[in-house]
């Protein structure tokens, strides 16, 4: 199973050597960031730092950009801000799933526990938000503290409604725009800001990043179901294991049996594991995955109309590219 992956070479359906020098610089500036901790923390935050991460909003703040007239310092910065958003959400994230590796690396809670890994990143949140006063905007610095109180928010509503038999398909759509796709949405967006283009335009813009991020969490829900640990690099099936009520999963509970509806929600409420051979032997979990990858991929398909706002260029292509690499990856979990 293919990941998405801004960085990896063998990956031609993605645009990298389009993106290549910039996301490069954006590693060397994301690596530098350890120097502005203290040396006792220097360490831990380096090895978060450090490891490779898939780099997905620096390189679409990069490529909207590059569509907008040109990449700048500013939007590699964005990416910078973004990232380090991104990689603290991540160490909360395992902590909360007691996930002990992504990347195929150990996670920050596993090497020195949660309690340390919580304090990890905080540390790299309040520096995000710290770097986002270099722009000397407070236009800027409220949509990169708005993006990053949505993800916290998405979080916390997931949390909270852990096996919770009462949510809907719009209270789920809502979790995941917060969690997740209001980064992308921040990225793209706030590219376009710094480019200078309209409001009517940015927005446009912000709505492709925030459908591509709502269909990129879909295939990754996907995943935590249908894909392999090896391959992947990181812990699957923590989301039946956390009573996370998933897309996939919501379409299944809808569509399945009474009696099979009851050996999923008698589980649920007992929180008891929803291990994967349970839902396999259930006649219509193929089905549930199936329209989970169909709703994603109309949101991709939504993706390439935002993007006519910008003037024919080779980063628009990439743009669009991004959108049928998704599509590659969505239809695999079918496979």
């Known amino acids: ?38 040396s006792a923390v220097e360490p831990y935050i380096a090895y978060i730092c450090n490891t490779s991460g898939k780099r997905i909003r620096p390189a679409l703040a990069i490529l909207v950009g590059g569509a907008a007239g040109g990449v700048g310092e500013d939007h590699r910065k964005i990416g910078v801000i973004l990232e380090l958003i991104h990689m603290a959400t991540l160490v909360h994230d395992d902590i909360i799933d007691g996930a002990t590796a992504r990347r195929s690396m150990p996670t920050a ?71 997740t796709g209001a980064l992308f949405a921040a990225a793209t967006g706030l590219a376009a800001a710094v480019s ?54 919501l379409n299944l509970l809808e569509s399945a049996s009474e009696s099979q509806r009851g050996i999923i929600t008698r589980r649920i409420l007992e929180q008891q594991e929803l291990d994967l051979p349970v839902l396999v032997g259930i006649a219509e979990y193929e089905g549930a995955i199936e329209r989970a990858v169909d709703t994603a991929l109309g949101l991709v398909a939504g993706c390439r109309e935002d993007l006519e706002v910008l003037a024919p260029s080779e980063y628009r292509d990439a743009l669009t590219q991004i959108t049928r690499f998704l599509e590659t990856l969505l239809r695999k979990c079918l496979n």
């Not at 993106?19 to 960031?33: C, N, S, T, W």
């Not at 998405?154 to 009462?166: N, P, V």
């Not at 335009?201 to 879909?218: C, F, P, S, V």
Request: hydrophobic fraction near 40%; include cysteine; glycine fraction near 6%.
């Open 109 to 179: 809670n596993s090497k020195w526990g949660n309690a340390l890994a919580v304090l990890l990143g905080d540390a790299l949140f309040s520096h995000a938000l710290t770097l986002a006063t270099d722009f000397n905007s407070i236009e800027i610095c409220r949509k990169v503290g708005n993006a990053a109180r949505e993800v916290c928010q998405g979080e916390i509503i997931q949390t909270q409604r852990r096996f919770d038999l009462t949510l809907s398909k719009e209270d789920y759509f809502r979790v995941i725009e917060m969690k």
């Open 196 to 249: 200078g283009l309209s409001k009517d335009d940015e927005a446009a813009l912000a709505a492709y990043g925030m459908k591509l991020g709502t269909a990129y969490q879909i295939y990754d829900d996907c995943l935590d179901l249908v894909g392999s640990e090896e391959v992947v690099g990181k812990t699957l099936g923590t989301d039946l294991a956390k009573g996370k009520l998933t897309l996939p999963i």
């Open 1 to 38: 199973m293919a990941t998405f992956t801004a960085t990896s070479p063998s990956n031609n359906q993605f645009p990298f050597d389009l993106v290549r020098p910039d996301l490069e610089k954006v590693e060397i500036a994301i690596r530098a960031q350890v120097r502005d901790f203290d």
